[in-house]
């Protein structure tokens, strides 16, 4: 079923074969979720024009030599989830205007002896890989200079030959799955010089004292580096700390539903012999340490922490933080610790008296806080701060006066089943949001206030401008 700009439907026909008298109208061509099983050499002889062809989730597992020679003008071709035990260069010789290329899903184990790519010159995004995939040779990414993305599924990657990524310039994001941690720094070192952002997914991470530059002299690209469902060991994060501070590009680091096996007992005189850390940013989500109560308190790291410059911690259980390691992120704007177990019996001593100097974003949205005239005192600590969230936490209560920062100007208070608006709302705020509360008026007069949240609260009357 082909509409007026020249788009043909055909995915989820139960079809066999590519139907026949595709001409060189259509623009793009949908065959996904069939049972094709061979692509033959006449199938897309006419469709000249195609810019679009989805074949993912298909039974495909031959290809003759020339099915794609016509496809000049092809941007797009999806083969992923099929059947295709090998890759032949053949197939993409004549696709001088194919920008992404998703290959991932099938069953080959490599990617033959040389590139299948040399030709793509204009190739963009590329994703490639399988459980079966497990060897990588040099010589098979020639050809493609420039990516914007590479994604590799390489869960079960045995073998990785030295070099064989070097030979790509310039890439912005690349995604790998990598469970062999042998191979893990040879790829790294390949790619400092030509990743701005890589991700790194089911990591255990290796403890070997190798170096990731080796006196290279190249300039570093990468900026960015993520970790996801990666198993960390008190052991393996003391060594990787030491070894991405010789990366003096990087810049950003996150860690995303990894796990700790350990207690925070790190190699902190190593770490502190090393060179500075070049870090600014740093992001942990759904963090996950076993016995996460007794996490030691990291002394010895304040020395490594006096250059960042943002910090989130989500979702990890967070409850508290020591005032003297709280002392040392001198340089900290930006403190995210939304959805964790923070509580005011401990914000004393996370937010103590000359903590987090610099200090001007601060999130404590979804914790434990029940007292707001507390929670306003111990964040009076922080002179710098403007901008402050403590959304969905359970207060109740609003106090009749409070004293914040003076130079506070954004405050989220919604969902914290506060009953009315008193003179704890400071007059300095622009931007206040207290939906979802059980508001029934609102009273206050706020000089400075350029934006107002109500939505979802029990108000009678709108307040006046």
């Given at each position: 079923?082909?509409?007026?700009?020249?788009?043909c439907?055909?995915?989820?026909?139960?079809?066999?074969?590519?139907?026949p008298?595709?001409?060189?109208?259509?623009?793009?061509?949908n065959?996904?979720?069939?049972?094709?099983k061979?692509?033959?050499?006449?199938d897309?002889?006419?469709?000249?024009?195609?810019?679009t062809?989805?074949?993912?989730?298909?039974?495909i597992?031959s290809i003759?030599?020339?099915?794609?020679?016509s496809?000049?003008?092809?941007?797009?071709?999806?083969?992923?989830?099929n059947?295709?035990?090998?890759?032949?260069?053949?197939?993409?010789?004549?696709?001088?205007?194919l920008?992404?290329?998703?290959?991932?899903?099938?069953?080959?184990?490599?990617l033959?002896q040389s590139s299948?790519?040399s030709?793509?010159?204009n190739?963009?995004?590329?994703?490639?890989?399988?459980?079966?995939?497990?060897?990588?040779r040099?010589g098979?990414?020639?050809?493609?200079?420039?990516?914007?993305?590479?994604?590799i599924?390489?869960?079960?990657?045995?073998q990785?030959?030295q070099?064989?990524?070097?030979?790509?310039k310039?890439?912005?994001?690349?995604?790998?799955?990598?469970?062999?941690?042998?191979?893990?720094?040879?790829?790294?070192?390949?790619?400092?010089?030509s990743?701005?952002?890589?991700e790194?997914a089911?990591?255990?991470?290796?403890?070997?004292?190798?170096s990731?530059?080796?006196?290279?002299?190249?300039?570093?690209?990468?900026?960015?580096?993520?970790?996801?469902?990666?198993?960390?060991?008190?052991?393996?994060?003391?060594?990787?700390?030491v070894?991405?501070?010789e990366?003096?590009?990087l810049?950003?680091?996150?860690?995303i539903?990894?796990?700790?096996?350990?207690?925070?007992?790190?190699?902190?005189?190593?770490?502190?012999r090393?060179?500075?850390?070049?870090?600014?940013?740093?992001?942990?989500?759904?963090?996950?340490?076993?016995?996460?109560?007794?996490?030691?308190?990291?002394?010895?790291m304040?020395?490594?922490?006096?250059?960042?410059?943002?910090?989130?911690?989500?979702?990890?259980?967070?409850?508290?933080?020591?005032?003297?390691l709280?002392?040392n992120?001198?340089?900290?704007?930006?403190?995210?610790?939304?959805d964790?177990l923070?509580a005011?019996n401990?914000?004393?001593?996370?937010?103590?008296?000359?903590?987090?100097?610099?200090?001007?974003?601060?999130?404590l949205?979804?914790?434990s806080?029940?007292?707001?005239?507390?929670?306003?005192?111990?964040?009076?600590?922080l002179?710098k701060?403007?901008?402050l969230?403590?959304?969905?936490?359970?207060?109740?209560e609003?106090?009749d006066?409070?004293?914040?920062?003076k130079?506070?100007?954004?405050?989220?208070?919604?969902?914290?089943?506060?009953?009315?608006v008193?003179?704890?709302?400071?007059?300095?705020?622009?931007?206040?949001?207290?939906?979802?509360?059980?508001?029934?008026?609102?009273g206050?007069?706020?000089?400075s206030?350029?934006?107002?949240?109500?939505?979802?609260?029990?108000?009678?009357t709108?307040?006046?401008?």
């Amino acid at each position: 079923s082909c509409d007026a700009s020249h788009l043909c439907n055909c995915s989820s026909m139960g079809l066999e074969f590519i139907p026949p008298g595709l001409t060189a109208k259509i623009t793009v061509l949908n065959l996904a979720h069939n049972r094709i099983k061979h692509i033959q050499s006449q199938d897309l002889q006419q469709a000249v024009n195609l810019k679009t062809l989805l074949l993912q989730s298909n039974e495909i597992s031959s290809i003759d030599e020339d099915s794609f020679q016509s496809l000049e003008k092809l941007e797009l071709l999806d083969l992923s989830n099929n059947s295709l035990a090998h890759l032949s260069p053949v197939w993409f010789g004549h696709l001088f205007s194919l920008q992404h290329l998703h290959l991932q899903g099938n069953s080959y184990r490599d990617l033959g002896q040389s590139s299948p790519f040399s030709r793509l010159r204009n190739l963009s995004s590329l994703h490639l890989g399988n459980p079966q995939f497990s060897v990588i040779r040099q010589g098979n990414f020639e050809g493609i200079e420039f990516l914007h993305k590479l994604w590799i599924d390489g869960s079960n990657l045995s073998q990785y030959e030295q070099g064989s990524l070097k030979s790509i310039k310039e890439i912005n994001h690349m995604i790998i799955n990598l469970r062999n941690s042998n191979i893990f720094s040879e790829i790294i070192r390949d790619l400092v010089h030509s990743v701005t952002w890589l991700e790194v997914a089911e990591i255990k991470l290796p403890v070997e004292k190798k170096s990731l530059v080796q006196n290279s002299t190249r300039p570093f690209r990468i900026q960015k580096l993520t970790f996801k469902e990666a198993l960390f060991t008190d052991q393996s994060i003391s060594q990787t700390i030491v070894s991405l501070k010789e990366v003096t590009s990087l810049k950003e680091l996150q860690a995303i539903n990894c796990a700790l096996e350990g207690k925070g007992i790190w190699n902190t005189k190593e770490i502190a012999r090393s060179r500075q850390s070049f870090v600014e940013t740093i992001t942990i989500i759904k963090a996950v340490i076993q016995n996460f109560h007794l996490f030691f308190d990291l002394e010895g790291m304040e020395s490594q922490i006096n250059k960042l410059k943002r910090l989130t911690i989500a979702s990890s259980n967070v409850f508290m933080v020591p005032c003297n390691l709280a002392r040392n992120f001198s340089s900290l704007l930006y403190l995210d610790f939304h959805d964790n177990l923070l509580a005011n019996n401990r914000l004393n001593e996370t937010i103590c008296e000359r903590s987090w100097p610099s200090l001007q974003t601060l999130n404590l949205s979804q914790n434990s806080l029940k007292s707001l005239e507390l929670t306003a005192e111990y964040i009076l600590r922080l002179p710098k701060l403007n901008n402050l969230d403590i959304s969905q936490n359970n207060f109740v209560e609003i106090p009749d006066e409070c004293k914040w920062p003076k130079h506070l100007k954004y405050l989220n208070l919604s969902s914290t089943q506060i009953p009315k608006v008193t003179a704890c709302i400071p007059e300095s705020l622009e931007v206040l949001d207290v939906s979802g509360n059980n508001l029934k008026e609102f009273g206050r007069r706020l000089p400075s206030l350029k934006e107002l949240y109500l939505t979802r609260n029990q108000l009678k009357t709108l307040p006046g401008a």
